[in-house]
C-alpha cells in the first residue's frame, strides 16, 4: 500500500491519497467489491484504486471505468468493480488500460497495483482523460460482480447477507435506496433469514430502539444494515455472509 | 476513517492529518479516552478528533472543547474527551456543535464522525474559533470521564489499571507529572496490586534494568507505565485493566 | 506512528511520508530488516526510517547510513539496518546520530523515534548532510544482520525461510538478483527444506501454474518467494520462518 502511495505521489503530486479499507481477506473479491461500493458512495468525485486480485498477472485485464454518474475508477477485470458501478449509475465506459501507455515498461506479473492500477489512478487525479490508457472495451464483457443485486420480486426483496462489520453488524446486499425507491414510507421490516422471521423496525440510527434490541437501518455507506444496539447482530442471529435473506417492507 | 480524511482535505486543504490510534475496541470509551489523553500530551498544538461512540445520533451532545493549557478537541459527549482535558489544564470553554452552523443540512445518525466532528475539526484546523460552532455549554453538566482521576490520599496514590499494551506493558491512570509533583525525588516505587506488593526500580527506559526484570517509567504519552525489559508485565502479573492500583513513592 | 509523522510534518513541511510496514511484532528485528530490504528495493530515492527496538534508550547508537546506491537510512544499531544496506549496494558511511546536533535536548529514553529518528529523517528529506548529524563510525562495528546473506556453495544457495506473509507465501533469504547473476536462465528450482525436496517451477506469477500449485518467483519486494497460486505455501509445507533452506537451480 505504502509503495502505490509513493507512485501516486510521484506522479501526481497535488493528489490527496485517502485509504478507505486494507483489511480485505486475501482474495476476497466480494468483501472488495462490497468495500469499493461504499467508497464510491461516499466519495463520488475521488479516483477509486480497486484492487483484490488473485489472478494477478494472468494475462486478467486491467480497466479504467467510468460510470453514469460521473464516477471514475481503476482495478483488475474480475468483477471487483461491478457493484460500485452499479451504484454509482452503471457503467458507461470501460477502457482495458495497457501499460505503455502509462510509460511503464513491463509491469512486475505479481503487483499490476504498484506497475499498472496506481499510475493509471495518478493520471486520472491529475485529470488525463481514461481513453488515453487504452481501448475501449464492450461493458458487456466484463467479468460479473461476486454478488447478484437485490430483485424485487412478489412485493419483497432478495439479496444476501453481504458482510458482516466489525461490530456484528450485518450489511445486506441492498441498498437505501433501492429500498426507499419502492417503499418510501417504510417504518419497519420483515426480515426472512435462515429458518427464522423477524420484524425489524426500520430507524435512523441504533439508538433509536433500547439497548440489545434489533435495527434496521441505512449505514453510512448506503446498504440497508441489521444491527443491535450496542451489541452484535451477527453473534444474535449466527447468519454468515452469503446467505440469503428476504426483506418486505412494512409500512 | 479515510472518509473523514477526505472532508478534512475538502474543508482545510492545509491541514495535515495524522492518525494516532485506531485500533479502539468497538464502544470502548475508557481505551479512548486514554489515547485521546496520550495524544494531546504528545501533541497539544494539533486539533484533536476524538470518535468512541456507542450513543451516535441518540441526542448526545457533539462537542468542541479548549483547555486551560491551550487544547482544542472535538468529540462526542461521553466522558472520552475528559481524561484528555484534564492533562490539558482542564476544561476551559464547551460548545455543542450545531451541525447547520458547519453548512450540514442533515448528520446521518450513524456516522457524526464524517457529519459533525470532521468538519468542526477542520474549521479548527483551519482557524475557526469554536464560539462559531455553537452554544457555550456548562462544563459542569459533561458527561463523567470512564476512569477516575488518580487520588492522593495518606501518602500513596490511588489508580488503576488503565489498558495493556501491545507489549503487555501496564499503563497506570497515573501520570508522571502527578508522580513528580508530590514525589519529584522517587528512585522506586511500591506498587500493590490484587495480592502482591511489588518493589519496583522507577527508571528512564526498559534496559536501566536487566532483561526480564520489572521496571516503572514514564511512558511516550506521560502515563506512569510497569513493563519489563523485553518481556510482558502483563503474562506475568496477570492483572487485568481496571484493576485497582496503589502506588507509593520510595526515595 | 502518529506523533512521528507529525514530528516530520513539523521539520520537513514539504516532506510526503509513506508508510511501509507496521505490524511488526514486538522486538522483531529479523522481521523489521526484511520490511526495511524490500521499502529499499521499492523506493530507493526515498529517506528511510525503520524502527524495532528492544533495546531503546540503553545505550544503544542511533545510526544514519548511506550505502553504495544511494539509499539513505536512519534506525537503531541493532542491525535492523543491515540487510537493507546490503541490497542497496552495502554501507558506505554510517553517522552516530547526536540528538544536540539535531536542536533536541534530551530524548525520552523509551521514544528515540520520536525524538532523535525521526528529526534525522525529516532533516535528510530537506536535504540535510548527514555528515552533519554526528560522528562517522566505522562500519565494520555495527551490529550484525538478523538473518545471514545467502551463501552460494557447491552450485547451490544456501539461505532461510525468512518470513509467511499474509496469504501464506513464504520469502526466502535470497534475492531474485542473486539467483540471477549464477543462474540466468532458470526455468524451475530444486528446494530442499526440512525433509522434502522439491521440485518448484520457477515463474513470473502466481498464475503461471494451475491453481493449487506451488511455484517460485521473485515478489515485488525483490526476494525468492515460494507460493501457491490461490493457496498458501505455509499450510501446505508447514515450514517455519528461519528454517533453513537449500535451493538449486534447474536449467
Known amino acids: 500500500v505504502g509503495v502505490c502511495h509513493a507512485v501516486i505521489h510521484a506522479r501526481c503530486p497535488e493528489a490527496r491519497i485517502v485509504d478507505l479499507a486494507h483489511n480485505i481477506r486475501a482474495f476476497d473479491i466480494r468483501k472488495g467489491a462490497a468495500a469499493a461500493a461504499a467508497g464510491v ?16 498477472g494472468g494475462g486478467r485485464r486491467d480497466l479504467c471505468l467510468t460510470t453514469g454518474g ?44 504498484r506497475d499498472v492500477l496506481a499510475p493509471a489512478a495518478a493520471a486520472l487525479a491529475c485529470g488525463a482523460s ?6 475501449s472495451i464492450d461493458p458487456s464483457t466484463l467479468a460479473d ?78 446498504w440497508l444494515t441489521l444491527a443491535e444496539n450496542t451489541g452484535s447482530a451477527y453473534e444474535r442471529l449466527g447468519v454468515d455472509s452469503g446467505a440469503h435473506v428476504r426483506v418486505r417492507a412494512l409500512p
Chains 1, 2, 3 share one sequence.
Do not use: K, W
Open 41 to 56: 458512495y461516499q466519495l463520488p468525485n475521488a479516483v477509486h484504486l480497486v484492487v483484490v486480485d488473485p489472478g494477478v
Open 70 to 113: 460521473g464516477v471514475r475508477m481503476v482495478g483488475p477485470d474480475n468483477g471487483v468493480l461491478i457493484p460500485a458501478a452499479r451504484r454509482a449509475g452503471g457503467v458507461e465506459h470501460a477502457y482495458a488500460i495497457d501499460h505503455e501507455r502509462l510509460g511503464i515498461a513491463e509491469p512486475l506479473g505479481t503487483f499490476h497495483a
Open 130 to 135: 481514461p481513453d488515453n490508457f487504452g481501448e
Open 145 to 222: 460482480a461476486p454478488f447478484p443485486q437485490a430483485a424485487f420480486e412478489g412485493g419483497q426483496f432478495c439479496a444476501e447477507v453481504l458482510e458482516i462489520d466489525r461490530f456484528g453488524s450485518m450489511r445486506l446486499s441492498l441498498t437505501g435506496d433501492e429500498l426507499m425507491a419502492h417503499s418510501p414510507g417504510v417504518s419497519a421490516l420483515e426480515v426472512a433469514l435462515a429458518h427464522v422471521v423477524l420484524t425489524v423496525p426500520f430507524a435512523r440510527t441504533f439508538s433509536d430502539v433500547a439497548v440489545g434490541e434489533l435495527v434496521a437501518l441505512v449505514d453510512a455507506s448506503g
